[in-house]
């Protein structure tokens, strides 16, 4: 069912981004409408709120990215436990505009964790279908940057996205939100941090 969703909302979509026929408008808003309504029965919105979800994306639909800080030290690897669900990931989010995957990477540390690093290298690139995680109404690509720490934690007061953070040994992974990172690609990413010389992973 997930993927007949992203079909429909990425048909609707792109009607709507290239078409000039008044008909046509009105026979994609309509399919975005009933797109919304299957969303709200295999989902937690209703269709309202779904409506206004599909309603904010403009263009040609494309994969989402979400980014994601590799920060090891001693052979711990940085932690942030998630408001949302109270689950551990890898510090990171969504792409914005304007900044680039090891900007992101920098900023989204700093947010969630108060530590300053730099971005050193690109370590993967996945698609999220292909990894283990949960079904996702979105198409969704994971950016791994490698990352240092440069100083001591910073106050964040205010950071409203995290609870807490950590560094954690492997052998001792919090339980993860699986939406965010997986235990498999915590400990791949963990290796490949300390493989300086290794290409960067893609699917």
Same mark, same amino acid.
């Given at each position: 069912? &997930?993927?007949?969703?992203?079909?429909?909302? $990425? &048909? !609707?979509?792109?009607?709507?981004?290239?078409t000039?026929d008044?008909?046509?408008?009105?026979?994609?808003?309509?399919?975005?409408?009933?797109?919304?309504?299957?969303? !709200?029965?295999?989902?937690?919105?209703?269709?309202?709120?779904?409506l206004?979800?599909?309603?904010?994306?403009?263009?040609?639909?494309?994969?989402?990215?979400?980014?994601?800080?590799v920060?090891?030290?001693?052979?711990?690897?940085?932690?942030?436990?998630e408001?949302?669900?109270?689950?551990? $990931?890898?510090? #990171?989010?969504?792409?914005?505009? #304007?900044?680039?995957?090891g900007? &992101?990477?920098?900023?989204?540390?700093? %947010?969630?964790t108060?530590?300053? +690093?730099?971005?050193l290298?690109?370590?993967? +690139?996945?698609?999220?279908?292909?990894? #283990?995680?949960?079904?996702?109404?979105?198409?969704?690509?994971?950016?791994f +940057?490698?990352?240092?720490?440069? #100083?001591?934690?910073?106050?964040?007061?205010?950071? &409203?996205?995290?609870?807490? $953070?950590?560094?954690?040994?492997?052998?001792?992974?919090?339980?993860?939100?699986?939406?965010?990172?997986?235990? %498999?690609? +915590?400990?791949?990413?963990?290796?490949?941090?300390?493989?300086p010389?290794a290409?960067?992973?893609?699917?």
């Open positions: 069912m &997930i993927e007949v969703l992203r079909e429909l909302m $990425s &048909i !609707a979509q792109a009607g709507l981004t290239y000039r008044p008909y046509d408008v009105a026979r994609y808003e309509q399919l975005q409408r009933l797109t919304a309504r299957l969303m !709200a029965e295999v989902g937690t919105l209703d269709a309202p709120a779904a206004d979800l599909l309603q904010l994306e403009r263009g040609y639909l494309t994969p989402k990215l979400d980014v994601r800080a920060v090891v030290q001693a052979g711990r690897v940085l932690l942030t436990r408001r949302q669900d109270g689950r551990w $990931s890898l510090p #990171g989010g969504w792409a914005d505009p #304007g900044e680039g995957p900007q &992101i990477a920098v900023r989204e540390t700093l %947010e969630e108060g530590y300053p +690093v730099r971005a290298r690109l370590l993967a +690139v996945l698609d999220k279908d292909q990894h #283990g995680h949960p079904p996702d109404l979105w198409s969704v690509w994971k950016v +940057v490698a990352c240092e720490l440069t #100083g001591e934690p910073q106050p964040q007061p205010d950071n &409203i996205e995290t609870l807490e $953070s950590g560094f954690f040994t492997l052998d001792e992974l919090p339980p993860l939100s699986l939406g965010r990172n997986t235990p %498999e690609q +915590v400990r791949r990413m963990v290796q490949r941090w300390g493989q010389d290409p960067t992973e893609f699917d």
